[in-house]
């Protein structure tokens, strides 16, 4: 199933965006597709790990959403690059390459063999917690709230994304 | 005093001069007797909370859906502000229950609003158990009709068992959900009724809000606004000219024999500032209205503020929850919204001495919402993407709301053992609940099961008498009589010992028939205006 920018400004409106949704709906929305800055290389390398392997266009979707989420000055962006940053200096000191450059088994490796599969989401806990919370569960979040991921599963409108007052009426043959 | 700022934000928290009203508590309750009474005197409200930015709305949802956060962080619960103790039979998760701002509870509210049925308002007479209400439903009935356009409910005239009404309502029901339509053929064939659901969000723009977006996350908060919450009307009334002030804590009500002569509230820069008026209503919620009143004990009161008949505190109910929940072989299509369409009072009236008045609801959302159950667990890409697919689908769940009689010991008291940041004790929710109670919840539940059953559901979890919990109501802690020994406030919900003080909430419930509060305790809080516009113009 592909993801569009609209997915991702769905995404985007579902969750708060440091300095504002709307304001950050309106960014993507005003600004061209650009060179993907080296986080958001890292953020595509990870979804590419946690995203189901059915989801296309994830590099678009990826780039639009951490644009907001990773770039600005607020206090999540700062701790989205602080996780990966922490994710980097493990790939390089596990696996001697930066993150994005690991192949998709050891990328999905090293997130486990930091722990990261079995940890609970923490903003301030430990590396793998707050990996966990910045990484993970921040792409997934804007998977399973956008209208595509929410699909994927069945549900049209899932919690988080302002789909309407329809599709909560309708069988699942309309 | 005046003039000077009292908060790190630069606000200014001192006192109105010459007010003639103060309102204790911005939440539903306060909001309404403010905006009531403001354009002709001169109204401040005072509320322990902070003024919560709307455009922080969507972190807050955030904090929602996130695994990493508790629901009382949503709204910024549970500090040593909100400490509490709960040393009844039951726990009572009082921070989970109420939010302490600009707005109150609604800012986390489900936002179902119904009007009591007649027979409540007189359970002692027709039931045979409880008091009666000194009130009966044709004297709420105008105030309650303001009420549903105060909140611009959407609903339709279709409930059988509901109370007679004349006006529609202000902006129509949302239609029923794909689910309601297989309980409502299940219901058909076990001769249950079923209607629809007075909803307190807009189904149409309505008071400048615009229309329910389904963002879905209704409780613990609206994104868009369409949900009503009680900052709509703090916002009408200040710019009739009333003055609102947040995170102002009331901890006692200075007083005479006769009448409250101040209000003292601390500032968060630790300042304590008293705010004279000529007529108090307390709104700050069924928990911490009789704290105040027992914080407040003199010389003159040494059992607590307005407490000769000792009724202060006493005879805590609350809703209790009844539900099951199953699975069916086909997709349900849960969750898209976070609000219920569809009801059933059909037992309601059969209420007697064993059996308490309860309704049915027929759940929009059971089961696992994905977008939160994929960020827990080991797993992800497609090990995780299987694990959605499987648990969301076929979903149903059946729940009610559950009548309990007052009792004297159920209360809320002081912990003299433990004291809140400004050193004042906590209140401590001593939580019991009787028979009748646990008896009807066994009895809602074996009507949920047959339902189930009917539907050809596979049942996986029952909300029973051992399992149930609170709806989050906090009534009758203050109770409303004719008799002075026996109730606190009388039908004008003046107290009967202070000439000035005035109750606006559902502590004021002599008994809490099983429908949501809020209506009600919308119409008191207008009927509670109008008494004290009434004293004010006497006076005058
Ligand atoms: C999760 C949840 C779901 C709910 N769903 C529904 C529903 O579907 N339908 C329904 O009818 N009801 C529902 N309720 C209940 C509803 O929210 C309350 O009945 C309603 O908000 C009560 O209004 P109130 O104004 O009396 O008190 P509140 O809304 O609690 O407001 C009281 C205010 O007083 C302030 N305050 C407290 N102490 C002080 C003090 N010492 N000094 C100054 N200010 C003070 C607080 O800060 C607060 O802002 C729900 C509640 C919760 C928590
Ligand atoms: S579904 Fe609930 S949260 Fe969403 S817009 Fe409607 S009222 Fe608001």
Known sequence: ?174 | MSGTASGADGRDRTPVPDADVCVVGAGPAGALVADRLAADHEVVVLDAGPRFNPGDRLDRQERAVRPAYDRPDVWEMGGPRDAHSASGERFYPLNHARVKGVGGSTLHWQGMVMRLHEADFSSGTKRGVGPNWPLDYADLRPYYAEAERAFGVSGADDNPFGPPREEPFPNPAFPPSHSDSLFAEACEELGIATHSVPNARNSEPYDGRGECVGYGTCQPVCPSGAKYDATVHVEDTERKGATVIDRARVTELAHGPDRIEAAVYVAPDGTEHRQRADAFVLAAGGVEIPRLLLLSASDHYPDGLANSSDAVGRYFTDHLFAGVGGVLEEPTRQNHVGFVTTESHQFYDEADETVAPFKLEFLNYAGPSPVELAMTGDDWGDELLGRLRESYGGHVAVGALVEQLPREDSYVGLDDGRTDDLGNPVPDVHWTVGDRALRTIERANEIQRDILAELGAEVNWTAGPGSTGPAYHHMGTTRMGEDPTESVVDPTLCTHDLENCWIASSSVFPTGGAVNPTLTIAALALLAADAVDEALVRSL
């Open chain 1, 1 to 174: 199933m592909e993801l569009s920018r609209r997915d991702a400004i769905a995404a985007l409106g579902a969750v708060g965006a440091g300095a504002g949704a709307a304001y950050a709906v309106r960014e993507l929305n005003d600004s061209p597709p650009g060179e993907s800055s080296p986080d958001v290389e890292t953020l595509i390398a990870a979804a590419e790990v946690v995203y189901p392997d059915e989801v296309t266009g994830l590099e678009g979707f990826v780039e639009a959403y951490a644009r907001r989420r990773a770039a600005g000055g607020d206090d999540h962006a700062r701790g989205v690059r602080a996780a990966i940053e922490t994710m980097d200096d493990r790939a390089e000191a596990w696996y001697d390459a930066a993150f994005a450059d690991l192949a998709t088994e050891d990328r999905d490796s090293l997130l486990r063999e930091m722990g990261v599969d079995t940890a609970a989401e923490a903003p301030d806990g430990s590396t793998a917690e707050q990996v966990r919370y910045y990484v993970v569960n921040d792409l997934l979040m804007a998977l399973y709230a956008s209208p595509t991921g929410g699909e994927l599963v069945g549900i049209g409108n899932p919690r988080g994304h302002p789909g309407g007052t329809d599709s909560y009426r309708r069988g699942p043959r309309s």
